[in-house]
């Protein structure tokens, strides 16, 4: 859960651009969309081998 107080003197548009990048640098919405749809455990097993074999190629949702 991300919490962000607001300090202070703080606009905001300062609390919420905080926000913003708290949420991207905890993957909150890669997980999202990870999460969206039920994958079969064989799937995730195989994704995971893929990342250990090619670990420069992106991920695709």
Request: hydrophobic share 35%; no cysteine; net charge positive.
């Amino acid at each position: 859960m991300v919490v962000v107080k607001a300090q202070p003197g703080q606009s905001s548009d300062q609390v919420i651009r905080a926000f913003q990048k708290k949420v991207l640098t905890e993957d909150i919405l890669g997980e999202l969309k990870k999460r969206e749809f039920y994958q079969k455990p064989a799937l995730v097993r195989k994704a995971k081998a893929m990342a250990r074999k090619h670990p420069n190629r992106r991920q695709t949702y």
